[in-house]
């Protein structure tokens, strides 16, 4: 018999076939719209068909659309003079996607130790829960065993320990341990935060045993938890860190950061890509930094966050039997369900609101940044109508 369709099946898709987005909006080819407050999974920071972003692909794919890296490519050393400007690097590797920002990641910190004559220091400290991408070395990093069950043998070089246990991540170093690799709120994993002692005590760890604390910033990134980065809640710097998704508003495009001296391995020769830094993802990412920096958005992300937190908090009052608890921070929240989660999105995609289902039972709200304190709103009372429907069947299956 034929297949029903001549794509892979590894993604389970919903049955919505989207033409076109306004802001936080998304159109159904049958003109039904929903509020998209999954944005990607965390991609379109600025929503859908953002102008500002429009015109700078526009303006770019009428002048070149793609130079190789055997060249300079002016809006890379543009794009990466602004983002070192604001973060703790010094030195931007771009890419394509998350997982290879992560790949780069992994590289860097290993070419460090090697570069000092440690070639024994491979091994990458991870967490349980964790989400790194699908290549065969972010599987391993994730260490989830659906990911890496039948792709042969898990690429070596990474150890997992419980997330927020200081204590195993201590016993967890060896003579091998080169970096510790740690998302600041787990996306997949099921909006699990990493507490700012946990954070520190990383940061302290890496510190006194000369370890390169590499932040997965690919989710929580860019604006996200209110702040340009997750990790400057706790006050600490990271020696390298893999950004994407938010960076690129939609646009394929990711960046390994880090500071000058865990860059020093990293000599002509040892990475590449050929469409990483491409003019077109460069004009992108350039035009997101032009928003996401300008003076009072990160403001705005905060405020409307708050409307988000009361909103949850008194969902959770309202509706003890579907909700058991809110999770995360700024606009990457997470709603732990009492029922099975399955259903409660059925019900809230019944709303026309999209969310994303993620691990341990939760569906993430991950809006986009420019949603406004009335859109917010709008999609409260739509959470509400899906719980009270969640509650009304789960009523009549009691009885
Ligand atoms: C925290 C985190 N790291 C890495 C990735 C992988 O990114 P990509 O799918 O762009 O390779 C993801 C994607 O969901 C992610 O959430």
Redesign the pocket.
Known sequence: MPATTPLYDTYLRAPLRFERGEGVWLIAEDGTRYLDFAAG??VNSLGHAHPHLVEALKAQADKVWHLSNLYEIAGQESLARRLTQVTFADRVFFTN??????ECAIKTARRYHFAKGHVEKFHVITFEG??????LA?IAAGGQQKYIEGFGPKAPGFYQVPFGDIGAVKNAINEETAAILV?PI???GGIRQASKEFMQGLREICDEFGLLLIL?????GVGRTGKLFAHEWAGIKPDIM?V??GIGGGF?L?ACLATEAAAAGMVAGTHGSTYGGNPLAMAVGNAVLDVVLAEGFLDKVREVTLVFRQGLASLKDRFPDVVEEIRGDGLMLGIKAKVPSADLLKAIRAEKLLVVPAGENVLRLLPPLITTPAEAREGLARLERAAEAVRGKSGDAAT
């Open positions: 999974v965390a996607s998350g997982a290879e920002a992560l964790a989400f790194h991408g699908r290549t972010t998302e787990q996306g997949e997965d910033e690919v989710q929580s893999a994407a998704k394929p990711g």
